[in-house]
């Protein structure tokens, strides 16, 4: 090598650069992806860089903000088991291409990129350095398979690859081939910091909160009721919050007590953030499986006062109990034990909601932009033109 | 005739197509080398400017500044000076923990991330490149040239301490 050269200037919080993003499904449909691409253009221009989004618009009277460029109606695809609102062919082409060409991206960063959709069509159109972010954890993504040798052409003109999952990696290096580098979802700590509760809580006699899928067993929702079932007779104001979508299985729970159990069904995004402020203590009793702890991010952010079974996740986003207190994960009666000696001490929840707060920054949508921006600045730290004639004359940078 | 024409033009375009991908593959390499180049390099200034700070002892900072420097003259054992940097950073950086608000060490953290981050990119691009030219087509024809066949690039590069942020 023997190169003498400087490291770039590539400041991680550097601002300035001109991202071009595009998010390949419809923008007034709720969704992982659509998500994501929002927070982190807002995240992207709070650090000072231009952000321009091209998305499909299903619904033009569809408010939409100032970033979002729209590509034109979606058609609705079957992909992966269930339907993609997606937009592809010679006029979704056109307009790529004019929206890259009037972008001036320094990059351009597309998500998504192994389904036929924008996002494809950008990775064929773009001629400077490409970012793709893959979100499917499918194992059997055929979609993302019966497409490959037309994928490949694309995917050779991307610079840098991410994940954001482990398992999300895995369906990359088996359908797709190579490697990306790991960035989970961020939690928008902004958007969850401040709310009021809902209407009647948190009420006099103590209160407990869970979110969650409530027929998924992993959820460990039947451990807090049994929980609750032991706390409830000696505390007669105690009541349970449950928020989430499904059928819940309160046949553990005697009759007298059930009354207590409020179940508030599916909540709309506003509601949910209102929610993890309704209780006096959060509890998120999973069983396993969950690779990250969104739920769990998402109380912290609202400053609640957690507690946690301590599967090896949660142990690591709650500091080993630092920012939230374990039980043994499955063990009603410690449960039990800990919840109870949270809502008598109220100085240690307003401890804990504290410390909660402070240890969620890790997963603010900042720091994880702050990450990603850190990858622009690694593809664009070799980025300096290099024509294939010098290259086969066999120079090196 | 016209027919035959058409077929040799086809091909030709064929065959266009196939070599400006491998040159493209060939640029990506290219590119993805130079970043790496300058994360390793940006990964031991940083190095070297906390070993100067006086946050460590004597001995952990001349351990530090030695690996360093030894990995930024290597030549021809880069990747082994490399790790050899990524392993002395963890050992003297995890029995640390109290450093952790340093400007010096959050510039170490985020230098040892894009060192990460720049060294997949790079195996990503060699491995395209590799897959592109086993390629029948490719070798009958020699649609690289004389390009070089790319290597890998082998090395250690888990950060020291709790991950660099993003990385969970």
Known sequence: MGRATTAPEASVEGGGRRVGIVCPYSWDVPGGVQQHVGD??????????????????????????????????PLPVRYNGSVARIRFGPRASTCVRRWIAEGDFDLVHVHEPAAPSLSLLACWSANGPIVATFHTSNPRSRAMSATSTALRSAMEKVNARIAVSEAARRTLVEHVGGDAVLIPNGVSVRRFAHADPLPGWPGEGGSIAFLGRLDEPRKGLEVLLEAFTRLAPHRTGLRLLVAGPGDPDLSGVPDDLRERVILLGRLDEADKVRAYHCADVFCAPNLGGESFGIVLTEAMAAGAAIVA??????????????????????????????AAALLDAPDRRAELSRAARAAVRAYDWDTVAADIAHVYETVLAGNRPLTPASYRRGERP | MAAILLVLVLVGFYLSWRATRLDRLHHRVETARAALDAALLRRAAAVLDLAASGHLTPEASAGLSESANRARRADDHRELAESALSVTLRETLDARADLTTAPELQEVRVAARGVHLARVFHNDAVGDTRRARRSRLVRLLRLAGTAALPEFFEMDDQAPGAAAPGSR
Do not use: Q
């Not at chain 1, 992207?44 to 100032?66: K, Q, R």
């Not at chain 1, 142990?315 to 374990?326: F, P, R, S, Y």
């Open chain 1, 309 to 338: 079974s301590d599967i090896p996740a949660f142990d690591a986003v709650l500091d080993g109990g630092e920012a939230g207190e374990l039980f043994r994960v499955g063990d009603a009666e410690h449960l039990a034990e800990r």
């Open chain 1, 40 to 73: 982190l253009a807002e995240s992207l221009i709070g650090m000072g860089h231009h952000v321009s989004v091209l998305a499909p618009v299903g619904d033009p009277e569809h408010p939409t903000p100032a970033y979002l460029v729209s590509a034109g109606r």
